[in-house]
């Protein structure tokens, strides 16, 4: 069954350095998404991406963050300047259309501690 | 604003027994309801949706939930526990293109 791949499944920062999450959706999606989980909270939506654009951020996704699907197979997230509210485990999917008939396809998520 | 919430952090049932793990929603217009799991080390993985229709939903693993117009409710609930049924379950609403989730609930399943 195809698979989300996320790289590193954890990664340790210190505080102002610059992060990058990679994903590899799966091939034939086209929507693809990050969302992140503060231990012990919900699963909140940073953002969602097509054709080569952001199509909706939430609130969070400040201008720290930013995506990028650099080489049409990897889907990335930076955070420019980590802060120590930013740990999180922080989840791609992708989908291969939009509306409620497409399911979610999720990676297994990459834990960032910020020290 | 859409919300869900699943009141309970943790869920502790035995083998064999029927499990319930509870959410409720908060949304304007006609809810679309989901259920996932995540297993250790494992992405985020669906069970089951509501639309519209029966208000028994059957999804994988021997999952239903039971779609509660009244008391806005979506409860996910097995008729037979087993020790593999053991994770984080995540109950989430639809919100236009992106999933709204809940706090989730840690499933134990003991011997």
């Known amino acids: 069954e195809p698979e989300v791949t996320q790289t590193p499944s954890h990664q340790v920062t210190q505080m102002g350095q610059e992060v990058i999450l990679r994903c590899v959706p799966i091939?034939?999606?086209?929507?693809f998404y990050w969302y992140r989980q503060i231990l012990g909270q919900k699963v909140e939506f940073l953002v969602s991406?097509?054709?080569?654009?952001?199509?909706?951020k939430s609130e969070i996704f400040d201008d720290q963050f930013s995506v990028e699907r650099p080489d049409g197979s990897n889907f990335t997230l930076k955070i420019r300047s980590t802060k120590l509210e930013d740990s999180a485990m922080y989840f791609c999917?992708?989908?291969?259309?939009?509306?409620?008939?497409?399911?979610?396809?999720f990676g297994s998520g990459t834990r960032l501690t910020v020290v | 604003a859409q919300s869900v919430a699943q009141p309970e952090d943790q869920v502790n049932v035995a083998e064999g027994n029927p499990l319930t793990v509870k959410c409720t929603y908060s949304?304007?217009?006609?809810?679309?309801l989901f259920w996932y799991v995540q297993y250790p080390n494992r992405g985020l993985q669906f069970l089951l949706k509501?639309?519209?229709?029966?208000?028994l939903v059957k999804g994988s693993y021997g999952f239903e939930a039971e779609f509660n117009k009244s008391q806005t409710s979506f409860h996910l609930k097995k008729p037979s526990a087993l020790v593999s049924d053991s994770a984080l379950y995540f109950c989430?609403?639809?919100?236009?293109?992106?999933?709204?989730f809940g706090t989730g609930t840690r499933l134990q399943v003991f011997p």
């Open positions: 949304v304007s217009g006609n809810p679309y």
């Open positions: 999917a992708s989908r291969r259309g939009q509306g409620l008939g497409y399911g979610y396809t």
């Open positions: 509501y639309i519209t229709g029966d208000n």
């Open positions: 989430a609403s639809w919100g236009t293109d992106k999933l709204i």
């Open positions: 091939s034939n999606h086209l929507y």
């Open positions: 991406f097509y054709n080569n654009e952001i199509s909706e």
